[in-house]
């Protein structure tokens, strides 16, 4: 029944910025959590960044200072800005969804279609 949409992914210089936005069909705040993982070829997919229902960030180390996770309540859209980007955040970017507010792997209740990601140098 949920969706969750993703789109601005694209091809950028290292240095350069992206917007990534992920609209839901329904109202955010049927979630604890919403986030953004990443996946590179032959890795894991890893948590990028989540934010919380009652507005609570976090950010991976790897990302932490140049990533800006950000909600529109009214167009039910979860935003992540990337900025100086570099070539190993290179990936399949995936919104997701957590009833919980966990958003760990395992406790995701919805994925996005994932969006690609490409920085080079």
């Known amino acids: 029944q949920v969706q969750l949409v993703e789109s601005g992914g694209g091809l950028v210089q290292a240095g350069g910025s992206l917007r990534l936005s992920c609209a839901t069909s329904?109202?955010?705040?049927?979630?604890?959590?919403m986030g953004w993982y990443r996946q590179a070829p032959g890795k894991q997919r890893e948590l990028v960044a989540r934010?919380?229902?009652?507005?609570?960030?976090y950010y991976a180390d790897s990302v932490n200072g140049r990533f800006t996770i950000s909600r529109d309540n009214a167009k039910n859209t979860v935003y992540l800005q990337m900025n100086s980007l570099k070539p190993e955040d290179t990936a399949v970017y995936y919104c997701?969804?957590?009833?919980?507010?966990?958003?760990?792997?395992?406790?995701?209740?919805?994925w996005g279609q994932g969006t690609q990601v490409t920085v080079s140098s």
């Open positions: 329904g109202s955010i705040f049927s979630f604890n959590a």
């Open positions: 934010l919380t229902k009652s507005g609570s960030s």
């Open positions: 997701a969804a957590d009833r919980l507010g966990i958003l760990g792997r395992l406790s995701v209740d919805y």
